[in-house]
């Protein structure tokens, strides 16, 4: 096996953010700057990656994840704060639009000394520059500044420069983006070529299709972290769930009335343990008029305790625990951590001016004990004031259901040395045919599968002519995608989804179903898409299949995801035994008709 090309040793980056620019100089006048004139900013953390010759690379990772500072670490542009980065071979790098070219220069100008500063002049340079104008198709513009060139023509003129001698090492940052799809099926099939005469390609972008479409591996960075390397396809659909959780974490967030950091533990849901929240809440829609002490929240199952949060005690928010509260300021309207005159700990739910109103509570359930209905909450109390009801509601997906109303004050006064009001809260709510939501009766999300969650995917299977379950078909005979769904509520319009991708990422066919209703009499059901015949050619293709509310083909996205399950399945199309010839990846079909032309 060869040794590598690129290859980087446990690899950090820090630059430092002065705090003014008289320490920046400073600094760079080789004076003593203190370290508290200035912030450290790591964009990578101990990166070790191995590239060998001959590999196209894709990079991805959002923006700030480090991925462009690993590229100039490669280009030996700047130079690591700890490890060590090995490059054999010379670079050329395509970083960022503005970047190798004089804006004052034209096209032709800027070509040249490109080449001479290659080692290229005179009449090969002069040939390279015709091959070069060919492959960009800049002929009427390169006699022109480069200052006058839109960003797409700039990328183009950039691309075919860098490629137009094959460089060992290709470095291409997000340059391409700005060009159109043609030229970027020109350049993909120009990198293949030049990976085949042993060019390394590393190539970043946001377009996962392209990266698919463009390279045989896929680097993920995430907060200047390698998290996954592998093939583009599935480093791909990791990449993807990623940026869906976290803009599931925002809508969260928004309606369970939360902080982003509270809220980022409901993303630890597993088959073993599902996280709830719990909270308190006026019946007015706010905090009590008179402040409720809350002293301990028990989790209980079949009456047994599992674990306690003391409220007002150490580590009551602790996320490690079990139950605890939540209590980000500003947005929650749990009181300080307070003591009785006893000792007893306590805090009160009361007007603290949070954003969102009321006191919540984050309850961990471990599913291998028992069902829902096995469970409950313990919660011990000052009581809720007279004349005014304070609710504890569980959030099931959707809305926020009530368990339960707090009992009230007997008697007058505020004399919380008395006894405290203990009360039991059952999730049995939660099992109810009509609260449904995240119960035993709807499946565990993978990170592949998002959407609203009101209606769901119960099943997904591929039929044949004879209703026999396939994930083998030919082309030109029936192909029938079955699905089985379940509703929580009534949705008057869901419309259903079949999309087959390329092994490329590409989309080769995306079906949309009529609507179809969920209502009281009826809220699940089967539908079918049948491919009959099926037209799409030979090879392996993967299979999302979605659940939208009110999705139409008018439409370029699915705005409204109920449930998604993407790129989950797989299939493969086979050709007809007596057909040799390749017919693409889909064989539309044709009308022929002759006539003679003789008069």
């Not at 929240?277 to 006026?282: D, E, K, T």
């Not at 999730?427 to 990170?447: K, Y």
Request: glycine share 8%; net charge negative; with cysteine.
């Amino acid at each position: 096996m060869s040794d590598p090309i690129i290859r980087l040793d446990r690899v950090s980056k820090m630059y430092r953010l002065f705090h003014s620019p008289r320490y920046r100089m400073m600094e760079a006048l080789g004076l003593p700057v203190s370290s508290s004139r200035y912030e450290e900013f790591w964009p990578l953390r101990d990166i070790s990656l191995e590239i060998k010759a001959g590999e196209r690379v894709g990079l991805v990772g959002r923006n700030g994840a480090g991925k462009s500072t690993l590229l100039k670490l490669i280009a030996d542009l700047v130079q690591p704060t700890e490890g060590t980065v090995i490059v054999c071979g010379a670079v050329q790098a395509l970083m960022e639009l503005g970047t190798g070219f004089h804006p004052e220069f034209t096209g032709r100008e800027n070509v040249l000394s490109s080449l001479a500063y290659q080692g290229v002049t005179g009449g090969k340079a002069l040939r390279l520059l015709e091959d070069i104008l060919e492959f960009s198709e800049l002929e009427d513009f390169i006699d022109k500044p480069i200052k006058t060139y839109s960003a797409g023509m700039y990328s183009r003129l950039a691309f075919a420069a860098a490629t137009a001698i094959r460089p060992e090492i290709l470095i291409i940052d997000e340059i391409l983006g700005a060009g159109d799809a043609y030229f970027a099926g020109k350049s993909a099939k120009r990198m293949r070529t030049l990976t085949a005469e042993g060019t390394t390609v590393l190539f970043v972008s946001h377009d996962m299709s392209a990266v698919q479409m463009i390279c045989d591996r896929a680097v993920w960075i995430e907060r200047g972290r390698v998290v996954g390397d592998g093939d583009p396809i599935e480093i791909g659909r990791l990449y993807a769930a990623s940026i869906r959780k976290q803009e599931e974490l925002r809508l969260r967030a928004i309606n369970l009335k939360l902080s982003r950091g509270d809220v980022s533990e409901l993303l630890t849901d597993s088959e073993a343990e599902r996280v709830f929240i719990v909270r308190f809440v006026s019946e007015r829609g706010g905090a009590p008029s008179t402040p409720v002490r809350f002293y301990d929240i028990t989790l209980q199952h079949r009456d047994e305790a599992i674990d306690k949060a003391i409220v007002g005690g150490a580590a009551d928010d602790d996320r490690n625990q079990r139950v605890h509260l939540l209590t980000a300021k500003g947005y929650m309207d749990w009181g300080t951590p307070q003591s009785e005159v006893d000792g007893r700990a306590f805090r009160e739910f009361a007007d603290c001016k949070g954003q969102y109103r009321h006191a919540p509570v984050s309850v961990r359930i471990p599913l291998a004990l028992g069902a829902l209905a096995d469970f409950s909450v313990r919660v011990a109390h000052s009581g809720s004031p007279v004349g005014e009801d304070v609710l504890c509601q569980v959030f099931d997906g959707v809305e926020y259901i009530t368990l339960g109303k707090l009992k009230k004050v007997e008697g007058h006064g505020s004399d919380h040395l008395r006894a405290s009001i203990s009360q039991t809260f059952s999730f049995a709510a939660l099992a109810d045919e009509t609260h449904i939501g995240l119960s035993q009766h709807e499946p565990v999300r993978s990170d592949f599968v998002y959407g609203e969650g009101t209606a769901w995917i119960d099943s997904v299977d591929f039929l044949d002519s004879s209703s026999v379950s396939r994930r083998v078909f030919s082309f030109g005979e029936m192909l029938t995608v079955e699905v089985r769904w379940v509703a929580k509520k009534n949705i008057s319009c869901m419309a259903f989804v079949v999309c087959l991708y390329g092994m490329d990422g590409r989309c080769v066919t995306q079906v949309v179903s009529p609507f179809v209703a969920a209502t009281d009499s009826g809220r699940s059901g089967l539908i079918r898409a049948e491919f009959s015949p099926l037209m799409v050619g030979k090879g392996d293709y993967i299979v999302s299949v979605g659940i939208f509310d009110g999705l139409t083909e008018a439409q370029a996205t699915g705005e409204k995801p109920l449930d998604v399950h993407d790129r989950q399945y797989r299939i493969r199309i086979l050709a007809p035994t007596d057909i040799k010839m390749d017919r693409g990846q889909v064989v539309h079909p044709v009308r022929w008709s002759s006539r003679s032309t003789e008069e």
